[in-house]
């Protein structure tokens, strides 16, 4: 702070080897949420399973398609790219090197698509749909119900560590630097 001299953001050791370690387990963690079963349902005698990939390839024909094809864009393919753009971003920095080519660009991505991970909302409306099928029939949680649990965690964690200022700061000081003593 200019007037009090009293600093706002403290580094933390090794915060961007963690920060990587917690992006490669959301990525495994996605896979298997993303395409192995997520839930078995059985009721009057049929039992039928299903995963997230699946599900959103239900809506592919006719009118639905668009519906579709945003479930594919904004579950499947942003949330993997996001990791993969932060991964590119942090590891040459985490090993002391210049930042990658494109990491200005890599990071912006990865800024500001923060506001489409939208995993929270995904449970909330999961658990309600749960909670008014649970009555009708039998369900049973597959490996994908676990793994996106898990990636919820893992997710609070990566958020509460992640700090958008320190890794604008690694990747061009001189320029984030100047725009944050002018904000």
Known sequence: CRRCHRQFYFPRKKALARLAALSLTEMILMVVAIFFPFLTINAAGQ???SSIFETAMSFSEGLLMPLA???LVLII??????VVALIYTIAPLMRNQPPPRYARAAFRFVENSHPWQ???IYVVGAV???IKVVGIAAIH?????????????????KDNLMCYWTVWKLIDPDTKQSKAETA
């Not at 393919?77 to 996001?82: G, I, K, N, Q, V």
């Not at 949680?141 to 609070?156: C, P």
């Open 128 to 130: 309600v749909a749960l």
């Open 77 to 82: 393919l942003l949330p993997p790219m996001r």
């Open 47 to 49: 039992t039928h399973q």
């Open 118 to 120: 939208m995993v929270e």
């Open 141 to 157: 949680f597959g490996a994908a119900f676990w793994a996106f649990s898990a990636l919820v965690v893992v997710l609070a964690f």
């Open 69 to 71: 094809a945003l479930v």
